[in-house]
Nanobody, 119 residues
Framework: QVQLVESGGGLVQAGGSLRLSCAAS????????MGWYRQAPGKQRELVGV???????TYADSVKGRFTISRDNAKNTVYLQMDSLKSEDTAVYYC?????????????WGKGTLVTVSS
C-alpha cells in the first residue's frame, strides 16, 4: 500500500499564495504520476494538475499560469504552488498518485487538505 499525506492548506486572501505538499510512503517502487485534484463544496472532484516522472505535466485550464506542480523524487514528495488565488479556488485539495503512466487501474489518494480563499 501507498500512503499520501498532504500538508499546507489553510486560509488565504484572494490574490495570495499557498504551497501544498504531499509526501508518499509505504510500498513505493515507482510513482511516475503524482499530482493534485480538488473538490469544491457541492461540486465533483476535478483535476488540478499532474506531473509525470519524465517531467511533463498537465494542468486544468482554470489554474494554468497560476499553479505549478513540482516533484522531489528522492523524497517521494510532490508540491503544489498556488499563486494569484481566487475565491473559486476554495476546495479540499487531494494528493493523487498512481504507479503507471498508461494504466488507471491502481490509484492512490490522500485524505485532503482544505484551502479557503477569502475575497
Amino acid at each position: 500500500q501507498v500512503q499520501l499525506v498532504e500538508s499546507g492548506g489553510g486560509l488565504v486572501q484572494a490574490g495570495g499564495s499557498l504551497r501544498l505538499s504531499c509526501a508518499a510512503s509505504g510500498r513505493i517502487f515507482s510513482l511516475p504520476v503524482m499530482g493534485w485534484y480538488r473538490q469544491a463544496p457541492g461540486k465533483q472532484r476535478e483535476l488540478v494538475g499532474v506531473m509525470r516522472s519524465g517531467g511533463s505535466s498537465t494542468y486544468a485550464d482554470s489554474v494554468k499560469g497560476r499553479f505549478t506542480i513540482s516533484r522531489d523524487n528522492a523524497k517521494n514528495t510532490v508540491y503544489l504552488q498556488m499563486d494569484s488565488l481566487k475565491s473559486e479556488d476554495t476546495a479540499v485539495y487531494y494528493c493523487y498518485a498512481r504507479p503507471s503512466i498508461t494504466s488507471w487501474s491502481e490509484n492512490y489518494w490522500g485524505k485532503g487538505t482544505l484551502v479557503t480563499v477569502s475575497s
